[in-house]
């Protein structure tokens, strides 16, 4: 049984179609991304997947708990690390957690425990003690990450968790998101501009243009439905370009192109 499964979900901002009847189920234990230009409504459709948006219509069911009908519950059981960073520097990491343990009403003698745990699956033991504002870019995603599982989610939603930091801080918030799946089995739902990281790290990839899914499948399948692309910034750019900078349609050159192969 899918642990996700989103069915023809809507949403308009008055005129605006923001999200277009979109569905797809992801299974526990799996790492699925979510990619799309600017624009395409993943964010959107994170949105109302974590309950801080409301769906215009269609239907959201996290572990078998209606998402709409019950936002709380599903809140009880699935983590959330925003785009923006939300930390707070003029706290340790340390207290940070510790707030956030509070916040979520983990009882106090467990506390000292789970934040331990989440300290040392991000890797932050020896930093727990310093100002967040001395973190790196990349340890304060993993901060994110600690406080967002601290409840142990079955579901970690993440949006955009690598933007703007360098590769390696980027390979580290990986290993640790690698690492929280191992030892938890905990599902993973991310969204990145970063086509590399979703060949890499993710499973199935759906992709969405103009606030509709568009494509849905492995690296490979994707990559396969493209005439064997060789990459995922090959599909990414088919699937979500309107025209060729060469003129004519993607899918006008790319009958032109197996014409000419059976002919050549």
């Given amino acids: 049984m899918p642990l996700v499964e989103v069915t023809e979900l809507v949403r308009r901002f008055e005129d605006v179609l923001a999200v277009d009847h979109v569905s797809f189920s992801i299974e526990p234990g799996e790492v699925f991304a979510l990619l799309g230009p600017n624009g395409a409504g993943k964010t959107t459709t994170i949105?109302?997947?974590?309950?801080?948006?409301?769906?215009?219509?269609?239907?959201?069911?996290?572990?078998?708990?209606?998402?709409?009908?019950?936002?709380?519950?599903?809140?009880?059981?699935?983590?959330?690390?925003?785009?923006?960073?939300?930390?707070?520097?003029?706290?340790?990491?340390?207290?940070?957690?510790?707030?956030?343990?509070?916040?979520?009403?983990?009882?106090?003698?467990?506390?000292?425990?789970?934040?331990?745990?989440?300290?040392?699956?991000?890797?932050?033991?020896?930093?727990?003690?310093?100002?967040?504002?001395?973190?790196?870019?990349?340890m304060v995603r993993r901060l994110e990450i600690a406080q967002a599982i601290l409840h142990r989610p079955v579901l970690l939603v993440l949006d955009e968790p690598t933007v703007g930091l360098d590769p390696t801080a980027r390979r580290t918030v990986w290993e640790a998101l690698q690492e929280l799946r191992r030892r938890e089995g905990t599902t993973l739902l991310v969204t990145t501009h970063y086509m590399e990281e979703a060949e890499l790290h993710c499973e199935r990839i759906g992709i969405m243009n103009r606030g509709r899914l568009v494509a849905l499948g492995t690296p490979d399948e994707l990559k396969a439905s493209i005439g064997g692309a060789s990459s995922l910034d090959v599909v990414f750019t088919a699937l979500t370009s309107d025209t060729l900078e060469s003129g004519g349609s993607f899918s006008e050159v790319r009958q032109l192109r197996r014409r000419l192969r059976r002919f050549g």
């Fill in 47 to 138: 949105r109302m997947l974590v309950t801080l948006l409301r769906p215009t219509s269609g239907t959201v069911r996290i572990a078998g708990i209606d998402a709409i009908r019950s936002p709380d519950r599903v809140r009880r059981v699935l983590g959330y690390v925003p785009q923006t960073l939300s930390a707070d520097g003029s706290l340790t990491g340390y207290e940070h957690l510790l707030m956030v343990a509070k916040l979520l009403r983990i009882p106090r003698r467990d506390r000292e425990r789970a934040i331990a745990e989440v300290l040392e699956l991000a890797r932050l033991e020896e930093a727990a003690d310093r100002l967040v504002r001395s973190y790196s870019g990349g």
